[in-house]
């Protein structure tokens, strides 16, 4: 989701259009406030690989997804878990794959008991992370209101969930740092875990995500940290307590050995900001400036006119053996370059633990006036590659900017080569491919703020919203059909 500024005070209305400041989950909830949750089981198995090409349905079931995420697990790399946003749905959709992502299965996330006698919790932003021994955890917030004459808010709570099956199923699930009140909302939490086998802090699990408070001094970016396998979380905030708590989209990795790093974009200081741990994430450092960039918070691009793209970094440390173990990439969407209106996708590194940061650059490759973002960065734990996938609109034949595809590129950080072409159709988030708007029947959500990535041993596996079946039907009791599908690739 995203921060809100101002407090909500909600009726039940008529879906509307969004504002650029609402949450991921505003269009859940206006689905929510209207209409009862669809209450099927979505199905456990997904369409054949070989269906579209390379790509394979992950989702493969009625209603929209958005959010995407993915992790494998180092030390079974042909189990892979995944991740979305449910959109008529009530819970968090987890994903799972034994195979290497050929074929997956679906399995809902726990929730909480509601708040009230006339209460209703779901679930928003998905992350997921395995340890160094295969336990998975999936990271997310809880979202309660309640229904009744009027609709309002009751707060919201952090969710990690452990897996000690694959993803399969999610026995139990921690909820901790509840935040009441119409305008305080916990937002975009990001987990990970430190799978390094020589890590002094291994198998330590650390969420980042950003606390608003209406936009006030008391939010701010927080870290918390598990010692005991998710079991229980302690709460430290990372970001400076002077500052005016306008930060969004935090994103958290470790070192190779065990340093915790997190990033974040300070909308206030329109700059990326770092800060490190160097002792388990009991203790922080004060935070510095990766770069200073030019869009503050996100942008009404074409691709993604109604939600609008957001700013965030995403970062990852080399843990590999090879020349640049060590180096942290971080990378960010701005304008590109001699642009106010399109935008680009930029890495910078660092050699020395954070202590200083290279020229912010492009990823590179033909620009020629496309749009790029909703990107994810993955280091290579094996090659020290690092790889980036973003949504681009090069392919567009519609003339507006509206059609997407993924891209990869692979690099070290500082240079990248050519960007390979993941996806087999363009998706159109616009327009449904020139049917109707496609926010009549979305609710605005559109791909959501951010999509996945994950690399290990010389494969990577980009995960995203796809809206090439978003006009079937295909067998839904709900007449909206399909809508956004969450697919994913191999790319060797």
């Not at 440390?317 to 990439?329: E, Y």
Request: contains cysteine; aromatic residues 10%; hydrophobic residues 35%.
């Amino acid at each position: 989701m995203r921060k809100i500024a101002l407090a909500i005070v909600l009726i039940a209305l008529p879906v509307l259009a969004a504002n650029p400041h609402d949450p991921t989950w505003w269009d859940k909830f206006q689905f929510l406030a209207n209409s009862p949750p669809l209450s099927f089981q979505a199905s456990s198995t997904s369409a054949k690989p070989g269906a579209f090409g390379s790509n394979v349905d992950v989702s493969n079931e009625c209603g929209p997804q958005s959010e995407t995420f993915i992790a494998i697990n180092t030390s079974n790399p042909q189990n892979i878990a995944g991740g979305s946003n449910e959109i008529f749905r009530l819970p968090m959709r987890g994903y799972f794959s034994t195979d290497g992502g050929g074929h997956w299965g679906g399995v809902d996330l726990p929730l909480p008991p509601p708040i009230g006698t006339n209460g209703i919790d779901f679930g928003s932003d998905p992350g997921l992370a395995f340890d160094s021994s295969g336990n998975l955890f999936y990271s997310y917030i809880v979202v309660f209101f309640s229904a009744g004459n009027g609709v309002s808010i009751n707060g919201t709570e952090m969710a990690v969930a452990r897996s000690v099956d694959g993803g399969k199923t999610y026995p139990r699930a921690t909820f901790f740092e509840f935040s009441g009140g119409q305008n305080h909302f916990n937002d975009k939490p990001m987990v990970t875990a430190d799978a390094n086998l020589t890590s002094p802090f291994r198998d330590n699990v650390y969420v980042a995500w950003d606390a608003a408070v209406g936009g006030s001094a008391s939010g701010g970016v927080r870290v918390a940290r598990s010692t005991d396998h998710g079991a229980t979380f302690t709460t430290t905030r990372v970001d400076d307590p002077k500052g005016a708590g306008n930060s969004i989209g935090a994103t958290i990795t470790t070192g190779p050995t065990g340093q915790v790093y997190v990033a974040w974009n300070d909308i206030a200081a329109n700059s990326i900001v770092f800060n490190r741990s160097f002792d388990g994430g009991v203790t922080w450092g004060t935070p510095t400036t990766i770069a200073l960039k030019q869009i503050p918070f996100d942008i009404g691009i074409p691709a993604e006119f109604n939600r609008r793209a957001l700013v965030y970094p995403a970062c990852d440390a080399d843990r590999s053996t090879g020349v640049n173990r060590g180096r942290i990439t971080c990378s960010w969407m701005d304008f590109s370059a001699g642009s106010t209106t399109h935008t680009d996708i930029y890495t910078s590194v660092s050699d020395n633990q954070g202590t200083t940061w290279s020229r912010a650059r492009s990823v590179g490759d033909t620009h020629g006036g496309a749009d790029r973002f909703n990107h994810w960065l993955a280091t290579d734990p094996v090659t020290g590659a690092v790889n980036v996938s973003y949504y681009d609109t090069r392919n567009d034949t519609t003339g507006g900017g509206f059609q997407t595809d993924i891209f990869l590129q692979r690099g070290d950080g500082q240079t990248f080569g050519l960007g390979t072409r993941v996806t087999t159709a363009v998706s159109n988030e616009h327009d449904c491919n020139g049917l109707f708007p496609c926010a009549s029947i979305n609710y605005g959500n559109q791909q959501g703020d951010y999509e996945g990535l994950a690399a290990f041993g010389g494969v990577a596996h980009p995960i995203w919203t796809d809206s090439r079946r978003n006009t079937e039907v295909a067998g839904c009791r709900d007449p909206r059909g399909l809508m956004e599908e969450v697919f994913t690739a191999t790319v060797k």
